[in-house]
């Protein structure tokens, strides 16, 4: 079996992070297949055709992205400002004055605490 080259490998990653980008910003239409009968053949054929609305990422795709990222090492840092930036400052405050890593109940109750200040 063949395998990819580098020009190859950029082109596929460049690919799926488009298509991720474009998946998680809602920008990919939701397609059905529709029946269009023809008035005078009375031949059938199938085509798509948008539904109107756009495609939201399942469990599954957020899955297949959080592996393509862990597999290619990409990481990144919180924008300042945003709910995980505020998640980050709240678990290094809890680890600064227990002297301690969080734990997962460190991190279940920062995010109350993220989450009911977005919601008031």
């Excluded at 082109?11 to 529709?34: R, T």
């Excluded at 756009?54 to 957020?62: E, I, N, S």
Aim: proline share 2%; net charge negative; glycine share 10%.
């Amino acid at each position: 079996m063949a395998r990819a080259n580098d020009t190859q490998m950029d082109e596929l990653h460049g690919a799926l992070c488009s298509y991720f980008l474009k998946l998680i910003g809602g920008q990919i239409p939701d397609m059905q297949e529709v029946v269009v009968t023809d008035s005078e053949t009375g031949g059938v054929t199938k085509t798509w055709k948008a539904s109107g609305l756009m495609v939201r990422p399942g469990a599954g795709d957020l899955a297949v992205m959080a592996k393509f990222l862990k597999d290619n090492a990409i990481t990144g840092a919180a924008a300042e400002g945003n709910e995980l930036s505020e998640l980050e400052k709240q678990l290094a405050a809890r680890h600064k004055r227990s002297g301690r890593l969080p734990t997962a109940e460190d991190a279940k109750q920062a995010l109350a605490e993220v989450g009911s200040k977005l919601l008031n």
